[in-house]
């Protein structure tokens, strides 16, 4: 496993060329790489499978990530994020231990997407009802309703973008990013545009990622305020990813060169998979 160096991280942040990543990430996931490290070393020669893995965090952490979210007060919801974490480094195990032992599987890969779907619903829906049973406010799960709602919006929308760009590295690759910055014709908009599409800076984790401001919550204890922000968060950013996707369908270039850019990496993967589509029924 390629080392992290910290100084390099710190260094680099806010340059095309860092090749450890985006800081903010990095720097999160760095306990949890020296501990999955540790645990995976220990299990490689088990007969502990990535799939029993899988299971057993969805049967046991999720009810227990439930129960003390839902109960609302600090204590539990502290409780509930520790072991949110945990449920989160065995994710991290089930794919590390998979390729370690070399049994990667579709049927992995489908328990392992359900698991994560039922994780981030049941946590969205013990928190809000969390809050609601400390204010007892009707507005908290009227809100509720729409943070699930543009939840569940976002993950289609993400979908869509993970077919029409090749992947997970639709948001994260770097490539759009050294486009954008690299190029002197890219203005304030298509920066602001660039970190609204993806997580290219510290401000759009913290405006987007939903662990942070879960964490914030938690240690402030204002879990209904969190709530009510994720309605506008969410809402924000499905909107703008459903009506930029719109524009990057169209054939005509438009006068943002991050649209006119992300658009030729669209038409690009389309073109790439139009060949492979060839190749594989022999036309």
Known sequence: MKK???????KTHGKVDDENGIFFEQLVGLGFRKISDIIINRLKNSKITPNQITIARSLILLPIIFYFFSRGDQLSSIIGFVCAMVNSLFDVLDGQLARAKSIVS???????????????????????????????????????????????MLAVISEKYGL???????????????????????????????????FYSVPSYLFFAVRYQLLLGVIFNIMPYV??????????????????????????????FFINELRKIYAENMKLEETNLGNKYGE
């Open 4 to 10: 992290i160096d910290l100084k390099k991280i710190f």
């Open 106 to 152: 579709k049927l992995g890969a489908f328990l392992d997407d359900i698991s994560d779907r039922l994780t981030s619903y049941l946590v969205f829906t013990a928190i809000i009802l969390g809050a609601y049973r400390v204010t007892q406010n009707n507005n908290i799960l009227i809100m509720g309703v729409f943070v699930l709602f543009f939840h569940g």
């Open 164 to 198: 029409a760009f090749g992947g997970y590295e639709a948001f994260f690759g770097l490539r759009i990013k050294e486009a954008v910055l690299n190029n002197e014709k890219s203005t304030w908009l298509d920066k602001l545009f660039l970190n609204l599409f993806g």
């Open 227 to 256: 709530i009510f922000y994720w309605v506008f968060a969410f809402a924000f950013r499905a909107v703008f990813l459903f009506i930029l996707y719109t524009y990057i369908v169209r054939e005509r270039n438009t006068g943002v």
